[in-house]
């Protein structure tokens, strides 16, 4: 089995659980040093240890300036490269309809979700990935690619962030490749409130029956940070089931097969 990011190293941030965590055990399991971060050095630590040799957690708070600079430094200082960012740290505190949120929370969604992988990306670009090159990952969401009744907000930050990976995309070129995903209801804590309690029901109209699993972004995330990916920059991959697609059509059936063939005789 080959590795193709052998030699290369990556952070991403928001990794004590879910997708950020899956992202850095598929990053590590492709050959990738990785740096995990999250709010607090002891959940970054503890992650990390369930990763793998290769693999260290620091505490850094998405949007501390401060902290980031010194979690690249310190990748740099233990494995000499940043060539892969995957800004996954995301935040939803403005559930419900737009209009019924306050400034706090309007700061609050788009200072985490948006504002931390423009600072994230400076730090990397000019630590390495400006002489180097290197692969920049947004974790956006299908909630910033269409209305939904309660997640409006933070769509709206996830939009942005779906337009600042283009715009990224056009600026870093042809050196640095800066691609998004979308994921739709992935099994995670962030997104309980959208499955915990009525999986079937969520399950059932999504075109493949059942809801995401961190791994299975895992593995688009690992895609998009692998040399496989090198002639795609500024995209943004759905990965949902199919669940952006609005409808489930029953199985097709022998019999529709049939109906087809005649309704084509007619023609
Ligand atoms: N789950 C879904 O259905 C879904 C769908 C579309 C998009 N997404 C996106 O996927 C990303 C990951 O979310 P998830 O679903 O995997 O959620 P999760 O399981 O709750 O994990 C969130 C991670 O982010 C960390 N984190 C939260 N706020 C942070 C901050 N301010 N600074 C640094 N780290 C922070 C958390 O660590 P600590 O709590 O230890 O700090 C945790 O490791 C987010 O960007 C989210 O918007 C999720």
Redo the contacts with the bound molecule.
């Keep these: 089995m080959t590795a193709p990011l052998e030699g290369r190293t990556a952070i991403v ?10 992202a850095a055990a598929g990053l590590h399991a492709a050959g990738a040093n990785v740096v ?5 050095r002891e ?2 630590e503890a ?1 990390a240890s369930t990763v793998g040799e290769r693999a260290l957690g620091i505490g ?5 300036q401060t902290r980031a600079r010194a979690c690249v430094d310190r990748t740099m200082e233990t494995f000499g490269s940043v060539d892969i960012l995957v ?6 505190p403005a559930y419900g309809r737009v209009l019924s949120q306050d400034h706090a929370r309007f700061a609050k969604t788009f ?3 948006l504002w ?1 992988p423009v600072m994230w990306s400076q730090l990397v670009v000019e630590a390495w990935m400006q002489a180097n090159g290197g692969s920049i990952i947004n ?5 910033g690619l269409a209305p939904d009744p309660d997640l409006g907000l ?1 769509g709206a930050s ?1 939009a942005a962030l779906i337009f600042l990976t283009q715009q990224l995309a056009a600026e870093l070129g042809p050196g640095i490749r800066v691609n998004a ?11 309980e409130l ?2 915990k309690d009525h999986e079937p029901e969520v399950a059932g109209r999504i075109p493949l029956k059942r ?2 699993e ?1 791994e299975d ?1 895992a593995a688009a995330i690992v895609f998009l940070a692998a040399p496989s990916s090198s002639w795609i920059t500024g995209e943004t991959l759905v990965i ?1 089931g199919g669940q952006r697609l609005g409808a489930t059509i029953p199985d097709v059936t022998a019999a529709d097969f049939r109906a087809g063939d005649s309704a084509g005789d007619r023609t």
């Excluded at 995990?36 to 607090?40: C, I, M, N």
């Excluded at 800004?87 to 939803?92: K, S």
Aim: net charge positive; proline share 3%.
């Design positions: 941030t928001g990794a004590s659980r879910g997708i950020g965590l899956a995990l971060t999250a709010r607090t959940a970054a992650a850094a708070h998405a949007t501390d800004n996954n740290a995301g935040t939803n200072d985490v979700n931390a974790t956006a969401s299908i909630s933070y996830k995903i979308a994921p739709g209801v992935v099994r995670t804590r962030l997104a959208l499955w809801i995401g961190p972004v949902d």
